[in-house]
């Protein structure tokens, strides 16, 4: 909310330097988040008087304008506002002058026609931010007077309120606070509403969304525009200035907080009632539009029809015109939950809202009716009945709480005096109702209903006292790693591998549209989805990297390489697991290098492998197994437990989603490949002594894997062999349904340098295993 300082001080004594007065509340706990200077002190720039008013000659959306400056003699402006009429007083900018925007004003012909200045709307004298039209000055402002008259200086702070401090909506609300933080008094208060109040005339049907409703008949008022001080006040934050009567609302509302309406008596039928609104019932409001109400909407009503919407919006039929004399002045206590539910069923914020939204000050509900009568009596001439017609109650004050000075101390961790903790919660409007040595009783105003417990006395304590004030202490402890940590260290540790070997990390959504249920149909349908992109629980990471992988090929990449650590859910049930996904297509690199050949190499079921096998997976093997979805699949095993799986897709399905070449998919339950992630890694020396390599070529038949050979080989283990490499496979030439094989054995011992027959005795073993067990021929 924006308030002005040149009003604030009309409450409280302020620091000069609005900066001071930022920080006081920004230390407090309320956001000061810019600072503006208004006014229009600008030289050349004077009151004129419209005079005579002609269409343009050669332009139709420009006028020619007469228009007398005081100076005796009139002057000739073309403009091309509409929104004045004959007899307006309007700002001149004279040629010389220089707005706010930077605009040097010159004489010149426009079209033609010459025009000796110009006639300034508010956002271009820096005044507000209307530019649909001239700033139509006050009738009583003098001709040929310097702007800056009616305008002063001013500096208007953009404040944020907290919805908790519904008090702070006004300026008498923050020059309260202001007050209480700097130990200043207030000038002035409110004064009390001391009339008659008949329970006639005024009846609440809605009696929970609306305690207490007010209506004060006030005759014989005379609308016409507002005087110069009202107009400088609401314009200075931002409200356009209507008429004298809305005018006076909203300076009440800006003044005191309390929202309050004048409608048109003579269009009234009856008595008010505060009601429900009828299903369908229609409703035009001030804003032009017509809103169809529901039963849960309270609306205030006539005998015949609805004249307002409660707390938000009066209604068009029965607002003040200029041909208004007799108005009813409504001021009211709403439900702020109700309010804020009708405000956003209907789309339709308003001042009014704002405020009852965050809740009123009961106590000001009269108080604001008063104020705003006297200003009508004064302003517009009103006559006002002797006594206000009310039904309801008003909301009971919060209740008393009590305060324990140990426990203020205790909480805020330093000894405040017991004399200064009472001072500071009486300057916020506190009084002490029972008192001890320990301690006391606080009666809450009505106004601070966000004060319940003993904490929120505590709060404020510190917002007065200064939280600068309090010396730091440090209170970090250390603690003992949890699983729960254990088990990050180990998922970024394996994302940091991933990464490494040239893959990027992807997030996409755990719900899945309805294109990808086609790919899997077993998944758990959502009861209400809020869109077709999002219909079910994913029960694979497939659909989301798959969906990452459409994008980037339409977006012209040639290499992606990406994986997903994230949780699935399984159907039937939904139980939830934890998945490692990965994804690889294209090329190998994502550019072609000029030392090398111009045909890129594509990425390959090996490139997948040799992925799964860099994360130290411990006895990782494959096995081929059919999948559906893949031209080709393989289980992926630890130790013979199955750990997840690896293929290429399908080319039926890469076709689905428009992506040319193989696309290669493994998913891994990511719980197990972190729990060999855990086993501890050891720190081996650089071997001091030399190793021994044989080879061992085979001929084999093509149904029998690698696997099988290599285990073959290194089981029952041999403690002098070290590795086992493969390095040469052929077809060509040896038959059919056979295979050439070529494994390099290294061989060595840690604490000597192995003999040749020490070697040629081992190496034998292994090749008469071979022979006798999967009946390999040798090759010499």
Known sequence: MKFSVNWLREFVELPKNPEEIAELLTRA???????????????????????????????????????????GTKRQIVCGATNYKVGDKVPLALPGAKLPNGTEIRKSKLRGVESEGMLCSPIELGLGEDASGLLILSPDAKIGAPIGDLFPADTILDVEITP???????????????AALSGKKLKSMPRDANIEIKKSGVTIAATRECPFFSARKIANVKVRPSPQWLRANIESVGIRSINNIVDISNFVMLELGQPTHAFDADKLTGGINVRFARAGEKFLALDGKTYS??????????????????????????????????ILLESAYFLPASVRRIARNLNLPSDASYRFERGVDPDMVLRASQRATELIR??????????????????????????????????VGVAIKPKTVDEILTHFGLKKTKSTSKGGTWKIPSYRQDLQ?????????????????????????????????????????LRDQLVARGLLEVR??????????????????????????????????????????????????????????????????????????????GNVTSAPHWRLSEKQTTLEFFDLKGVIESLGIGNVSFRRVDRPDFALATEVLSDDRVIGFAGQLATARAAE?????????????????????????????IERFPAVTRDIAMIVPEEIPHETILRTIEQPREPLLESVDLFDLFTEQIGAARKSLAYRLTYRDRSRTLTSEEVTEVHARIRERLKRELGVTLRE
């Open 29 to 71: 706990g309320i956001e000061t988040k810019n600072i503006e200077t208004r006014g229009a002190n600008i030289d050349k720039v004077i009151v004129s008087l419209i005079t005579a008013s002609s269409r343009h000659p050669n332009a139709d959306r420009l006028t020619v304008c007469e228009v007398d400056d005081g100076s």
């Open 164 to 178: 908790n401090r519904g008090d702070l909506l006004s300026h008498f609300g923050l020059a309260r606070e202001i």
């Open 378 to 411: 004064e302003i517009a001439g009103g006559t006002p009945a002797k006594e206000i017609r009310t039904a309801g109650k008003l909301p009971a004050n919060p209740a008393d709480v009590s305060l324990s000075y140990e426990k203020c101390n205790h909480v």
């Open 657 to 685: 989603i428009d992506v040319p070449g193989s696309i290669f998919f493994a998913e891994l339950r990511a719980d197990l490949v972190l729990e060999t992630q855990a086993s501890a890694k050891g720190f081996r020396d």
């Open 453 to 493: 417990r003993d904490v929120d006395l505590i709060e404020e304590v510190v917002r007065a006292y200064g939280a600068e004030k309090i010396p730091g202490t440090d209170r970090s402890r250390s603690s003992s790693s949890t699983a729960a940590d254990r088990s990050h260290d180990l998922e970024s540790s």
């Open 508 to 585: 996409t959504s755990k719900l899945i549209s309805r294109r990808a249920i086609a790919l899997d149909e077993k998944v758990i349908n959502l009861c209400n989805p809020l869109s077709e992109d999002h219909v079910a629980l994913r029960p694979s990471l497939l659909p989301g990297l798959v969906s990452v992988l459409d994008r980037n090929v339409r977006a012209g990449v040639q290499r992606v390489a990406i994986f997903e650590i994230g949780r699935v859910f399984v159907p039937p049930t939904g139980n939830e697991e934890r998945r490692l996904g990965l994804l690889v297509w």
């Open 293 to 326: 109400l529901t039963p849960d909407n309270v609306v205030v009503a006539d005998q015949e029809r609805a004249v307002g919407i409660a707390g938000v919006m009066g209604g068009e039929e029965s607002g003040v015109t200029e041909t208004t004399t007799n």
